[in-house]
């Protein structure tokens, strides 16, 4: 297995979120892997004229490599997350239309933490107390006030830092930009 996860990042080192608009997304983080080995594992085949629903972009990042799928999902499902994890480590962060999110981890094609960023004391985690420590590092464990509607406005961020924390792979805002990403294809199969 990849060595990975021995960031500390933090939720102020991904404060660019914050000006973000991008409502639907899943960005999955990689580590160890070139985006070629990405492909090859999810059996896909680069086409640079793909665009539209179940479109992915794929790129190195420090660390490894991330894709990133506007509008969908793939970097959760289950077939995906063991393919992409096998002898590694992966992360993946997704959100609907609606701001429902999840947070996957998995180990060497086995998935070791699923949750929902914003709730993450929520958890149908193999291992729950696995991330326990970088959840209250992140600020993702707060005392829950029900009077409070808005008591975690940054559970994005700390997601993203909290995957950068599980595989050692940094997403930056420059991976988000159209077309910065070298490898576009259909997730569909």
């Given at each position: 297995?990849?060595?990975?996860?021995?960031?500390?990042?933090?939720?102020?080192?991904?404060?660019?979120?914050?000006?973000s608009?991008?409502?639907?997304?899943?960005?999955?983080?990689?580590?160890?892997?070139?985006?070629?080995?990405?492909?090859?594992?999810?059996?896909?085949?680069?086409?640079?004229?793909q665009?539209?629903?179940?479109?992915?972009?794929?790129?190195?990042?420090?660390?490894?490599?991330v894709?990133?799928?506007?509008?969908?999902?793939?970097?959760?499902?289950?077939?995906?997350?063991?393919?992409?994890?096998?002898?590694?480590?992966m992360?993946?962060?997704?959100?609907?239309?609606?701001?429902?999110?999840?947070?996957?981890?998995?180990?060497?094609?086995?998935?070791?933490?699923?949750?929902?960023?914003?709730?993450?004391?929520?958890?149908?985690?193999?291992?729950?107390?696995?991330?326990?420590?970088?959840?209250?590092?992140?600020?993702?464990?707060?005392?829950?006030?029900?009077?409070?509607?808005?008591?975690?406005?940054?559970y994005?961020?700390?997601?993203?830092?909290?995957?950068?924390?599980?595989?050692?792979v940094?997403?930056?805002?420059?991976?988000?930009?159209?077309?910065?990403?070298?490898?576009?294809?259909?997730?569909?199969?």
């Amino acid at each position: 297995m990849s060595a990975a996860g021995k960031s500390k990042a933090t939720t102020g080192e991904y404060a660019w979120w914050g000006q973000s608009r991008w409502p639907e997304f899943c960005f999955s983080f990689i580590a160890g892997l070139t985006p070629e080995d990405l492909l090859r594992r999810l059996g896909l085949t680069e086409d640079p004229d793909q665009e539209g629903f179940a479109t992915v972009e794929v790129g190195r990042a420090e660390g490894g490599s991330v894709m990133v799928e506007w509008g969908g999902a793939a970097g959760i499902l289950r077939d995906v997350v063991r393919d992409l994890s096998a002898g590694t480590s992966m992360a993946s962060i997704s959100r609907n239309v609606n701001h429902h999110s999840h947070f996957v981890h998995a180990i060497d094609g086995r998935t070791v933490a699923y949750l929902d960023p914003m709730f993450p004391h929520w958890t149908l985690s193999a291992d729950p107390g696995r991330l326990r420590q970088d959840l209250e590092e992140l600020g993702m464990l707060p005392e829950f006030d029900p009077d409070d509607d808005d008591f975690f406005p940054q559970y994005i961020e700390a997601a993203l830092a909290l995957a950068e924390r599980c595989t050692g792979v940094r997403l930056e805002r420059r991976h988000l930009q159209p077309g910065a990403l070298p490898y576009c294809t259909s997730i569909a199969r």
